[in-house]
């Protein structure tokens, strides 16, 4: 089992945000603002303080925006990857996968914001890899207590870590919480244009190279406004907010 923490990651950044609107219409979700800074700036404060020195962030709606505010940072290199046409969670790291190299890396939604646990999220992700076994690695919520979360959840796990899909008609204890670890591999035999990331989580499912680990902090599903507002309200009780700025 590696312990080395990728230095490369990945923030899906490209999506049209139609959920989040009418905050949408205007900006990018990615540059909705979660506590006074866009939701992309809080991924990027969780690879930096993790060690990632190059971030590759893809654009499509409104990325104008996104690639303004984030030609300022100066704490790791920043690489865009741009869509003409949207190509989705698969397609999009397909497209960028001439700016990751052969080496696992992170991936997260430009939309995800988590708190840390008794350690760095990012690091227990790191430190669960295991080269020989996995193709991915997901970082795993309870669906009960996910912050603004209303589904059935995404997935059950054995003890090893393995995952296996929800069950048809039954209820799931795991929810995929947007971020992750992924080996080149996982995209050998990907297909051209558009596609969800998905495709390639069920072929590492048929091989058992598809594990999770669960988040030992708080997560938050920021969908739409009213959950933008339910993490808002949360990172200003003043305990919460210590949480939020240590790393």
């Not at 505010?69 to 949207?86: H, T």
């Not at 840390?116 to 020989?132: I, S």
């Not at 009213?226 to 939020?244: C, H, M, R, T, Y």
């Amino acid at each position: 089992m590696t312990t080395s923490v990728p230095t490369t990651a990945m923030i899906l950044a490209a999506g049209m945000g139609k959920r989040m609107r009418p905050l949408t219409d205007t900006v990018p979700k990615p540059m909705v603002p979660l506590a006074g800074k866009p939701l992309i700036g809080h991924v990027v404060d969780r690879f930096v303080a993790a060690g990632v020195t190059r971030i590759v962030v893809n654009l499509h709606y409104r990325g104008e925006q996104i690639r303004a505010y984030l030609d300022a940072e100066d704490r790791a290199e920043i690489v865009f990857s741009e869509e003409s046409d949207l190509l989705e969670t698969g397609g999009g790291i397909q497209n960028a996968m001439p700016e990751l190299g052969t080496q696992p890396f992170y991936v997260a939604n430009a939309d995800a914001f988590w708190l840390n646990g008794f350690e760095d999220t990012l690091h227990r992700l790191a430190d669960a890899w295991d080269d020989e076994l996995m193709e991915a690695l997901l970082l795993l919520h309870s669906t009960v207590y996910g912050n603004g979360y209303t589904g059935i959840g995404d997935f059950i796990a054995d003890p090893l870590g393995r995952l296996d899909r929800r069950p048809e008609g039954e209820a799931a204890p795991w929810l995929f919480a947007g971020v992750q670890i992924l080996h080149p591999r996982l995209f050998a035999d990907a297909p051209d244009g558009a596609f969800s990331l998905n495709v390639l989580f069920d072929q590492a499912l048929a091989n058992e190279r598809l594990y999770g680990i669960i988040h030992d902090g708080e997560w938050f599903h920021i969908g739409t406004p009213e959950g933008l507002a339910d993490a808002e309200k949360f990172v200003s009780i003043p305990f919460a907010g210590q949480q939020k700025r240590s790393t």
